[in-house]
């Protein structure tokens, strides 16, 4: 297997290169949706920490999603930051192949947590008796931990295949950060091997996740249609729906993204339909969850009002 040039330093990212005159809004926009993320999810993982009702399976793995969706974001808005900022558009070797292990670990193991939370939506639906008995505590850290390592083995794989290769010269990379296939596009390597990795083992980490959360709400639909009461398919349907919207609103970006014909794909709508998915999906996640959510919300109310109470001790009544 070949090694990668000794001469070789670092790569160019292009980005939005082509619109140096809108760096200032795009920006504004960028760094306005990144703040969002991190304050909405930040927001998700205190009411969690900090109320005790929310100590349950479901708000447990919520915010191991949390934490995820911020690393995830985190992983590629900064060198989009730094580029529209200081037009900084180089980035180091051994940066690059962090990026993309950041990358390709964060967003498999949302993925897989998506997987996670049906099983989890199914157990407390199907088998309602048994759920606190079968979700204990130790079963959740096991799923969590499962996911982790496999989304991190799948990571180092791809991320080792790539940083195997031979690059040469002056390198730039049409994207905003470094994106595998990218990477690989630009490579002075033979890489048949690694897009075959891609459309087979990589298929299978994003197919076996998709495809347990299409296992999970076809019981959950049955449980549903079985139900008698419309007040508990009405309980069921809102307990179920913030969960159905992430994995809508996370496949379909990814759909965007990988999927696309390549005829009918520019680069700029590329880089934008890449924005939905490492920035959009993360952002709106906290309002999927909280906004839908009366126990977090009451959470959010608690915490307001304490942090009111502690700012204007003349409101303590």
């Not at 790569?11 to 969002?36: A, H, I, K, N, Q």
């Not at 929310?54 to 949390?66: G, K, R």
């Not at 730039?172 to 990218?182: M, Y």
């Amino acid at each position: 297997m070949p090694n990668t040039s000794t001469s070789f330093e670092h790569f160019s990212l292009l980005g939005f290169s082509d619109f140096p005159s809108l760096y200032p809004y795009l920006l504004l926009v960028f760094l306005t949706m990144y703040l969002v993320t991190l304050m909405g999810n930040i927001v998700i993982l205190s009411c969690i920490v900090y109320e005790q009702k929310l100590h349950s399976p479901m708000y447990f793995f919520l915010s191991n999603l949390s934490l995820v969706d911020i690393c995830f974001t985190s992983s590629t808005v900064s060198t989009l930051l730094s580029s529209l900022l200081f037009n900084k558009h180089s980035i180091s070797f051994n940066a690059c192949m962090a990026q993309m292990f950041c990358f390709v670990s964060f967003g498999n193991l949302e993925n897989n947590l998506l997987a996670v939370m049906a099983y989890d939506r199914y157990m407390a639906i199907c088998n309602p008796l048994h759920y606190h008995v079968k979700m204990k505590n130790s079963l959740c850290v096991t799923l969590a931990c499962t996911s982790f390592v496999a989304a991190c083995s799948h990571s180092l794989l791809h991320t080792v295949m790539v940083a195997t290769l031979q690059y040469t010269g002056v390198k730039q990379v049409n994207h905003f950060f470094c994106e595998i296939s990218q990477v690989l596009s630009i490579s002075d390597s033979d890489t048949t091997l690694n897009f075959l990795l891609i459309v087979t083992e990589g298929a299978v980490s994003v197919g076996a996740p998709f495809i347990c959360i299409i296992l999970s709400y076809m019981w959950i639909l049955m449980a549903i249609v079985q139900m008698q009461s419309a007040e508990g398919r009405y309980k069921v349907f809102s307990t179920c729906s913030s969960h159905l919207t992430a994995v809508c609103l996370f496949y379909g970006t990814i759909v965007s993204v990988y999927f696309r014909p390549s005829a009918s794909a520019s680069v700029v709508s590329s880089r934008l339909a890449t924005i939905g998915h490492t920035l959009l999906t993360p952002m709106l996640n906290p309002f999927i969850y909280g906004l839908r959510n009366n126990a977090i919300k009451t959470v959010v109310k608690k915490l307001i009002w304490r942090n009111m109470s502690t700012s204007f001790p003349g409101n303590k009544r």
